[in-house]
């Protein structure tokens, strides 16, 4: 056998070799509990960090009277949140916005009676979605509407539908019947705007965008509330409901 050519058949069978003991790996499970032995070195490099994250997360910026979860087809909290978006956002972006969106399944807690502190906010509103505004037509309103419809509800403000057979009815925009002619403009997140939860009827439409988290937005509708004297209690006003 000539010496190239043994090379090459060792060569192969290493590599063999090495693919067939990648393919057998064992893996061993490590349960976290309080058994592990805490190491001090980094518990104190976290400290500083930790002791400045709770200073932020327990700044009280208002005050909740009664409290408010989520739930469909309208909540309190939904109805406190859009609205948000819709004020806030139309500060932002110095325009008017005809209608503002939160996803039911974007919305991951609720905030309990008593201070509103900047940690409920990150909980109802973990994720780093941006706040994004479009301008829509008409038809393809309806058909994100429809969407809503098909999913039980989300929460809005400026518009007041029902529900009937998964389909949306009687939408009314700013006290006037919704035109499938017309153009829109409305608050949405990103993750929405960009198609997220099935809406690519939104996809195709152009995004103004500032770089403001949602959870920014939220955090400033609280403080701006409490500045006014206000406490947050946000009831639900049949801004969308099931109908016959």
Known sequence: ?????????????????????Q????????????NIKKDSTINAFLAKYRDSVSKTMNNVIGFSV?????????????????????????????????????????????IPKGNITVGSIFEIMPFDNLLILQKVRGD????????????NGWPLSGITMGIKEKKAVNVMIGDKPINADSVYTIANSDY???GGDNTTMLKVFPKINKGVLIRDVLIDYVKLLTEKGNSIDVKTEKRIEYVN
């Open 23 to 34: 393919n057998t790996v064992s893996y061993n499970g490590y349960p976290i509990d309080g």
């Open 66 to 110: 009664s409290g408010m979860s989520k739930h469909q087809p309208e909540s309190g909290l939904g109805n406190f949140m859009t609205d948000a978006l819709k004020n806030i956002g139309e500060k932002i972006f110095n325009q008017k916005i005809d209608a503002a969106f939160v996803n039911f399944g974007g919305v991951r807690s609720y």
């Open 140 to 151: 393809s309103l309806i058909s994100f509407l429809n969407h809503i419809a098909e999913r």
């Open 1 to 21: 056998m000539r010496p190239v050519f043994k090379l090459t058949v060792f060569l192969l069978i290493c590599c063999f070799g090495a693919i067939a003991q």
């Open 192 to 194: 929405v705007a960009n």
